[in-house]
T-cell receptor, first 114, second 114 residues
Framework: DSGVTQTPKHLITATGQRVTLRCSPR?????VYWYQQSLDQGLQFLIQ???????AKGNILERFSAQQFPDLHSELNLSSLELGDSALYFC?????????????FGPGTRLTVL | AQSVAQPEDQVNVAEGNPLTVKCTYS??????LFWYVQYPNRGLQFLLK??????LVKGSYGFEAEFNKSQTSFHLKKPSALVSDSALYFC????????????FGAGTILRVKS
């Protein structure tokens, strides 16, 4: 158990809908990351937050947004969902967001868009 | 741009035999390299990382990795494979530009047969 929690574990929804994925980092970690894992794209970095502030952006669609709250938990919002958004979404956390930091991953949320 | 390559989609090894999962990298600047393992329906588990210093890095579950700067490689090794080592293995490089992210290889499936 990495200490990173994600809810829900599974999410099934329809095209056009909006969903929210939630992540709680390990105790003491200030930085949160979101990744998407799909068969065709592999593991792709989406976005990083550090202590409530956006730090880095990757291949995140404009339909997707995220935030990190004062208690350091984070939410990833996916809207106007398309079939291609079906994937496993991982949250990770690290102590201070530096490039030598170890990122610890949560169990993921499996999103299925029908 | 930083990238890693895992040249083998799958590696098969007999239980008790040594195993190697290959990874090569392309980075500008100092390479910070990581190995993660993913079991079915689970998140990624951190195995080990190379930041600086000794080229042989020891990690969890008896795994180790050898950093070779001249060959730009960071191969994962274990002296004696277990059936329970069967999983998907990812090599990653840490990339810091306006924040931090991990860039992952495509992954290598390791199958250990008894």
């Amino acid at each position: 158990d990495s200490g990173v929690t994600q809810t829900p574990k599974h999410l099934i929804t329809a095209t056009g809908q909006r969903v929210t994925l939630r992540c709680s980092p390990r105790s003491g970690d200030l930085s949160v990351y979101w990744y998407q894992q799909s068969l065709d794209q592999g593991l792709q970095f989406l976005i990083q937050y550090y202590n409530g502030e956006e730090r880095a952006k990757g291949n995140i669609l404009e339909r997707f947004s995220a935030q990190q709250f004062p208690d350091l938990h984070s939410e990833l919002n996916l809207s106007s969902l398309e079939l291609g958004d079906s994937a496993l979404y991982f949250c990770a956390s690290s102590v201070d967001g530096g490039d030598t930091d170890t990122q610890y991953f949560g169990p993921g949320t499996r999103l299925t868009v029908l | 741009a930083q990238s890693v390559a895992q040249p083998e989609d799958q590696v098969n090894v007999a239980e008790g035999n040594p195993l190697t999962v290959k990874c090569t990298y392309s980075v500008s600047g100092n390479p910070y390299l990581f190995w993660y393992v993913q079991y079915p329906n689970r998140g990624l588990q951190f195995l080990l990382k190379y930041i600086t210093g000794d080229n042989l890095v020891k990690g969890s579950y008896g795994f180790e990795a050898e950093f070779n700067k001249s060959q730009t490689s960071f191969h994962l090794k274990k002296p004696s494979a277990l059936v329970s080592d069967s999983a998907l293995y990812f090599c990653a490089v840490s990339y810091m530009e306006y924040g931090n992210k991990l860039v992952f290889g495509a992954g290598t499936i390791l199958r250990v047969k008894s």
